[in-house]
């Protein structure tokens, strides 16, 4: 029984990396299938965690839009499914590839499985474009993935059948801990390094937010005289723009390429402060005893906000700059590892596995006799 999984960029590979691994163990059958949406990002994470696309799209082209990457896989993906016939097609998050997908697959009859549903922050343009690609994912979907109990009761306020949401954890954190036992990681704490890392990304804070957030890390070097930061740079223009002109020839500011998973994974770990804008770093701090300072006006994953692991800073100058001063103060964390993380226990792959066996088998010996590419999205 083939299950598509569909993967585009960085975070999709590293959250879809453990339930392909966990469709092997339960013995279905994954096929991944990469769109390339960002295909230099996407190998730095498939190579570290041993994945191969068994199919590569590459539909990457310089200067691209939503609407370009959509058109191309709304083409590209429906003859490719009809070819491999998939009982099921798995997304992740919040991407254009996910929303595509998902999409082709509601038009071809194929059930989609939604990793990582029900993030919201009901804000159409932060983040954007994905908050309006996560939502219209959940209307598409046989099964909604929700990592915590918030993100079901989101999906249930948009009437989003209850049997159609199952809490699994979050796969982010799966990864994590597979990384670090990979690279035989210490049981504790390890010493912390003295830099603050860095990273990103969001659209949305593009021009002046960037700039008064990066303000904010020159005020801090002033203040703070040891402290070096660790940058991998996003290599969107506009990043890695304003990261040069800031910190090209600043002495204590490495700006450095995307870091392959398994190194970012050492890197944060060593961290002493974490300034970021990502999504999954949000969600893998905290089983490293680490606080993230959220440099974004909201966050769909407000579970480590409220649990005091993480904290949104906004992106003005000064309580940005209050804000890694004081966590630079932080007393280090010196517990067992991995850390009770609010995001999941690392065992969400083999849950969502379980539960595409269980639903999937009844239909599959059926559809297959009746020769339809896969068990009707309106079957259930
Ligand atoms: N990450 C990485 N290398 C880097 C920066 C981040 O491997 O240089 C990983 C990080 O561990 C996390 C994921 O990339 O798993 C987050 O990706 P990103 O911040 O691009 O997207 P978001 O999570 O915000 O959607």
Redesign the pocket.
């Known amino acids: 029984m083939r299950i598509a999984v569909i993967v585009g ?3 999709e590979a ?1 959250k879809m990396a453990p339930v392909h691994r966990a469709l092997v163990a339960a013995k279905l059958e994954p096929v991944l299938i990469s769109t390339g949406q960002h295909l230099d ?1 996407l190998r ?2 498939l190579v570290p965690l041993e994945l191969a696309p068994a199919y590569e799209l590459a539909l990457m082209m310089p200067n691209q839009t939503p609407n370009g990457i959509a058109s191309r896989i709304l083409e590209r993906m429906p003859p490719l499914l009809a070819e491999i016939k998939p009982a099921a097609v798995l997304v992740q ?1 919040d991407t254009t590839t996910a929303f595509a997908t998902a999409l082709a697959a509601y038009h071809l009859g194929i059930p989609v499985g939604h990793v990582e549903a029900g993030l919201r922050t009901y804000d159409d343009l932060n983040p954007f474009p994905e908050e309006a690609n996560r939502q219209l994912i959940a209307h598409l979907t046989r099964w909604s993935f929700a990592p915590t109990e918030l993100a079901k009761q989101n999906l249930l306020a948009e009437r989003i059948a209850a049997q159609r949401i199952h809490v699994t954890g979050n796969t ?1 954190v799966d ?2 801990l597979w990384m670090l036992e990979r690279q035989n990681a210490p049981a504790s704490a390890p010493e912390r390094a003295p830099y603050l890392l860095l ?1 990103l ?1 969001r659209r949305e804070s593009f021009g002046k937010p960037l700039r008064d957030i990066l303000g904010a890390v020159t005020d801090f070097l002033v203040a703070e005289p040891a402290a070096e930061i660790v940058w ?1 740079v ?1 290599p969107n223009p506009a990043v890695r723009a304003l990261a040069t002109e800031l910190f090209e020839h600043h002495p204590r500011v490495h700006l450095v390429a ?4 398994n190194l ?2 050492t890197t ?1 770990a060593n961290a002493r402060t974490i300034l ?6 949000q969600e ?1 701090a905290p089983s490293l005893g680490k606080r993230v300072l959220i440099a974004r006006e909201t966050t769909e994953r407000p579970e480590a906000v409220q649990s005091g692991h993480n904290t949104i800073v906004g992106r003005e100058r000064a309580p940005i700059l209050n804000a890694l001063l004081a966590a630079w103060q932080d007393p280090p964390y010196h517990g067992p590892l991995p850390c009770p993380n609010p995001y999941g226990d690392g065992h969400a792959a083999t849950r969502i596995a379980k539960i595409l066996t269980n639903d999937l088998l009844p239909w599959f010996d059926k559809a297959t006799e009746e020769g339809s590419i896969a068990p009707t999205v309106l079957a259930s």
């Open positions: 960029t960085r975070p590293v990002l730095s994470a998050g982010a990864s994590l990273t990304h991998p996003h995307p870091l392959d998973y970012f994974a944060l970021s804008d990502s999504g999954g770093v893998e």
